[in-house]
């Protein structure tokens, strides 16, 4: 299933913001690249850059400087309804904070981005989905309804219903308690496994970034790739 | 106690910070200002349209001796000390001499006051520039009929001797401004100082006398003068203010009831409005409360917490209110007061703002407190997760207190029950109408699956939003059917005033015109293309008897009817008038002699109905008929009309009549008039192209307020709309970036977007629509007094207006979802 060339590739990416009339620097000339099927971390303290540098990669917003390329293409040069295109077609998410629609029941939130993708049966795929996520029985409950350990799986069923090419995940266990951010990073590995879709993943979680093939600190807007983590595979 | 005032200001302006509050704050100020500013425009309004219809009558109120008994010297002083001016006229009739010949005059001898109200017409010479003058001539002058120089042979400057006293002519008399609608006055008139009557020696004992007082002042002056008068009156005196005649009182009426009409919607409006942002804000404050339940707070101090909250926000409301109302409504006025001959100075009406505060107490405590109430209920455990289905309990409850409180003060507000009704059966069709089609949509969409077509995202969209989505199509249906309401009634009011005096309203009476004259007339306006309207024979006579009963007696006491205080115009014809309509019987069959048709109103107010007998009394006969039939009378035709008529043949025919007729004259022809009288001198020719203007200036100052008042009413809707929307702003931004951050493109998320509103827009905007046609059907004919019509361009237009809007707004509220990254979107609505 693996091929040779990066899913993902970044060059020389630095980003500033301008709070007030300062420029602040949050990356500085990043470079990364990420094989298809591989799974990454990067990790880091608040506040490193990380979760802007997820952005970034994801083609939810563009660098100041430098180039990100995701599946061959040059999304850093792309205008945002092309970047759309792209996420719809080839990008699933997974948040910190779950980002589900509270009004929208479970299996609405899973038919979301296969809606958006013109799928020809987004509720018959969202709920194999959730089923496969073991939340089967829950379809027609809202957010609210849910535990956060649920809401969880939701979201990811919901990044996987497309089938997407490369998953991005911000600190996907971030709000959960120990048992049930390990059954979620469990869920995730799984089915990113069964799916050999590439995972990029911020967290501070070590445990769940050693999980990943190839691990990346961020410190202070700068990225780097420890030696003893690379080409290195954890698996349970 | 700490809850000083700068407390709880310090209190409402942390409280600012909250968009709920900020929403729920600017909803109650615009409520506070629209009420406020229509209560302080209607009142001077009022004002305005009292002082202009006043000049008709030369007063605000008209007192009448018919009793040859002039009105004691204390009433007028009683008067006069209460801070209302007086003005006395006497009328008689009487034989004056000058140029060597006698002619029988209508005298009308004034005080020096007279007219309180508008102004009097004159011409120093026949050559001479028409002049408007406030005062009539002084002792020992007199202005007489133009007519009166041909008939006497005399010139400006000559004597004329009104009994025993000599007076100057220095000017022709063309108009009082009391004078229009008389028709009793058949003999050429003449204006002279009532101080000069005793020297004339005409006024004897029993001699046949009018007085007229006239009276000005405050509204609440004149009325509490009355209350005190009312008891002190005999039958044969008459009080009239401009409310009981008939032409121009209807018009005021309408338009007052209009402005109480726009009044009482802006406040259901405004209700709207807070009622959505205060039941947004206790959503949002449920966390609060559970962390504050967690802190050991109790939950009846935590409502009282919220109550004093409230208590501020009403005052800062209510000032808010009141200091946007009032320039508002000084500029409005000042838009009317342009339109007047003499401006007006803005009265500050401090009573008015009554309704404004009752407002704005409602509008917190009915609408927006039951939600926040119900915060204390909220269970602490929420701090550690949410409880699923807490947010409808009692929602039913607080919705019905709320119709209560706001129907309760659209009621006090308009004092017509009438409306009340219509407005809540409006409302209760119109929620029934969502009810089942909101069911009907639902089922539809459900068929509906998503895709990548914004037709369909859309669609998917009401469908999954559907609470929210019925929530607020309800809400718009019920502010869209308030406008539309207005909407219809102004259309249908301003039509109404428009067919009501088309451009060829007769506008020239001819009076006294005797039986064999009626050719010579006919052929002589006929032969200068003037088109004469019908002739109409009058006798004139007095009812005395119903069913053999004297008249007094067999009408209760409590009834006050003129028509039974002076001589009526009776008159036969054989086929009904246009502007008539029978209610009641059959009209006269063909070579029918018995029988009479009465006035509908007339008839109720004596009782009478089909078959009574009506006993008359003319000159020295007396007849009696019974009454055929009950006729609706359009009084304000400016065409003759007759309280009562009898067939041709009948009971009339042998009595001596005069005949009367009306016509229109272009104003550029006005010379016909001169060549008439030449030809005609016995026929009194009643000019009223200048009350017919007047009456069109007064509606057309009446429109312009109509259409300000309808601007203002719009403005709260939309605001009420916006409310709405920007209640749910926050989930649908938070919406819209998900979308593109799972991969929507603009494009589509903007379509779809603005397709939601369009749709959801155009549904409410119909149902709205449909919900007003009913409650103006309703409203229409019992206090406007038209006819119902569908309205077409309304139904058309509103659905896509509030479309438009509406798909305006999302697009509005869609906006820093495109602007921004979505991560920096989702980070922030975190």
């Known amino acids: ?236 | 106690m700490r809850s000083a005032p700068a407390g709880w200001f310090r209190k409402t302006l942390r409280d600012w910070r909250e968009r709920e509050v900020r929403i729920v704050l600017s909803a109650l100020v615009v409520a506070v200002a629209t009420v406020a500013t229509i209560a302080l425009f209607a009142s001077q309004l009022q004002h305005t349209l009292v002082t202009s219809a006043s000049a008709f009558m030369a007063g605000d109120r008209q007192l009448e001796a018919e009793n040859g008994q002039p009105v004691p010297q204390a009433w007028r002083d009683e008067a006069n000390q209460r801070g209302i001016a007086t003005a006395r006229v006497v009328e008689f009739s009487t034989m004056v001499y000058g140029g060597g010949r006698f002619q029988l005059v209508s005298v009308n001898a004034a005080s020096d006051e007279y007219p309180l109200r508008g102004q009097i017409e004159m011409q120093a010479t026949p050559e001479a520039p028409r002049r408007q003058v406030s005062a009539g001539p002084p002792p020992g002058e007199v202005w007489i009929n133009p007519r009166l120089l041909r008939l006497l042979e005399i010139q400006i400057g000559d004597a004329i001797e009104v009994g025993n006293r000599a007076l100057t002519v220095t000017g022709l008399l063309l108009r009082q401004p009391d004078g229009g609608f008389a028709m009793s006055a058949l003999a050429p008139r003449i204006l002279m100082h009532d101080t000069d009557v005793p020297s004339t020696g005409v006024i004897q004992d029993g001699s046949r006398v009018e007085y007229e007082n006239f009276f000005a002042g405050e509204e609440a002056a004149l009325d509490a003068f009355y209350e005190w008068l009312r008891p002190r009156l005999s039958p044969s005196h008459e009080w009239a203010s401009i409310r009981d005649g008939q032409t121009l009182s209807d018009s005021l009426r309408k338009a007052e009831r209009f402005l109480l009409l726009g009044g009482s919607l802006a406040v259901l409006l405004s209700s709207v409005a807070v009622a959505v942002a205060s039941r947004q804000y206790a959503l949002r404050q449920r966390d609060t409360v559970a962390l504050l339940k967690t802190l050991g707070q109790a939950g009846p101090h935590i409502a009282r917490g919220y109550l004093a909250r409230l208590t501020a926000w009403a005052v800062c409301g209510l000032i808010g209110g009141i200091l946007l109302a009032i320039p508002l409504s000084w500029g409005l006025s000042l838009l009317i007061s342009r339109l007047l001959d003499q401006p007006m100075a803005y009265r500050m009406d401090w009573l008015a703002l009554g309704p404004a505060l009752a407002t704005a107490l409602v509008a917190l405590f009915a609408f927006a407190y039951p939600p926040i109430r119900r915060l204390r209920h909220v269970p602490a455990m929420r701090v550690l997760r949410s409880q699923p289905g807490e947010t409808g309990q009692g929602a039913l409850r607080d919705g019905l207190v709320a119709l209560i409180a706001v129907f309760g003060l659209v009621w006090l507000y308009a004092r017509e029950l009438e409306l009340v009704l219509a407005l809540l059966g409006g409302l209760a069709a119109l929620l029934g109408v969502l009810a089942v089609m909101g069911w009907c949509l639902m089922m539809a969409l459900r068929r509906v699956s998503g895709g990548g077509n914004a037709w369909r995202l859309a669609l998917v969209g009401l469908y999954r939003h559907r609470r929210a989505s019925l929530a607020q199509m309800s809400v718009f249906a019920m502010t869209l059917m308030l406008a539309a309401i207005l909407v219809l009634v102004r259309s249908s009011l301003l039509d109404d005033w428009q067919s009501q005096l088309p451009e060829d309203t007769p506008n020239h009476f001819l009076i006294n015109i005797a039986p064999d004259a009626v050719e010579d007339v006919r052929d002589f306006l006929t032969e200068r293309d003037v088109s004469l309207g019908r002739l109409y024979p009058m006798v004139r006579g007095r009812l005395t008897e119903i069913n053999g009963q004297p008249v007094r007696q067999a009408v209760s006491k409590d009834e006050e009817v003129n028509a039974l205080n002076r001589e009526l115009n009776l008159t036969w014809m054989e086929a009904l008038s246009d502007n008539n309509a029978i209610v009641a019987g059959d009209w006269f069959d063909a070579g029918q002699r018995r029988g009479v048709s009465i006035e509908a109103e007339l008839a109720e107010r004596l009782g009478v109905d089909v078959g009574d007998r009506l006993g008359f009394t003319i000159g020295s006969e007396t007849i009696a008929e019974p009454v055929k039939s009950i006729r609706t009378v359009q009084w304000d035709s400016m065409r003759p009309n007759f309280y009562m008529v009898f067939p041709p043949e009948g009971a009339l025919t042998d009595l001596p009549a005069t005949w009367i007729t009306s016509f229109y004259l272009d104003p550029s022809r006005k010379s016909v008039l001169n060549d008439f009288t030449a030809s005609f001198p016995t026929v009194s020719v009643l000019e009223l192209d200048h009350i017919i203007d007047r009456i069109r200036d007064i509606v057309g100052q009446v429109t312009q307020a109509i259409e300000a008042i309808l601007a203002l009413v719009l403005a709260a809707a939309l605001v009420v709309m916006a409310a709405v929307v920007s209640a749910t702003l926050q989930d649908r931004q938070r919406e819209g970036a998900l979308l593109r951050t799972l991969g929507a493109h603009q494009r589509l998320l903007t379509r779809s977007t603005m397709m939601e509103f369009a749709l959801l827009g155009g549904l409410a905007g119909l149902l709205g629509v449909m919900a007003a046609e009913v409650a103006v059907w309703a409203l229409q004919y019992r206090m406007f007094e038209g006819a119902f019509r569908w309205h077409w361009p309304v139904l058309i237009a509103f659905p896509v207006l509030s479309a438009v809007v509406l798909s305006l707004f999302g697009r509005w509220q869609l906006r820093p979802v495109l602007q921004v990254s979505p991560m920096l979107l989702l980070r922030r609505l975190e």
């Open chain 1, 1 to 236: 299933m693996a091929t040779t060339h990066p899913i993902l590739e970044v060059r020389q990416l630095t980003h500033r913001v301008n709070p007030g009339n300062e420029s602040l620097t949050i990356l500085r000339d990043i470079e990364l690249a990420i094989e298809t099927g591989e799974s990454a971390a990067i990790v880091g303290r608040s506040g490193s850059g990380k979760t802007t540098l997820l952005g970034l990669m994801a083609g939810l917003d563009t660098p100041t400087e430098g180039a990100v390329s995701l599946d061959g293409e040059v999304i850093s040069q792309m205008d945002e309804d092309d970047r759309a295109r792209m996420r719809a077609h080839r990008v699933g998410f997974v948040f910190q904070s779950f980002q589900l629609l509270p009004s929208l029941t479970a299996l609405e939130n899973v038919m979301l981005p296969l809606e958006l993708a013109s799928h020809p049966s987004p509720a018959h795929q969202a709920r194999e989905l959730l089923e496969r996520v073991g939340l089967g029985e829950r379809l027609q409950h809202t957010p609210r309804q849910l535990s956060g350990g649920e809401q969880q799986r939701v979201a990811i069923a919901r990044a996987f219903a497309a089938q997407p090419r490369i998953l991005f995940a911000d600190e996907p266990t971030g709000n959960l308690d120990n048992d049930t951010g390990q059954a979620v990073s469990d869920l995730l590995m799984a089915l990113n496994r069964e799916q050999g879709t590439t995972l990029v993943m911020v967290t501070h979680d070590e445990q769940l970034a050693e999980r990943c093939q190839r691990r990346f600190s961020i410190e202070a807007g700068r990225l780097s790739e420890p030696a003893l983590a690379a080409g290195m595979e954890v698996d349970e």
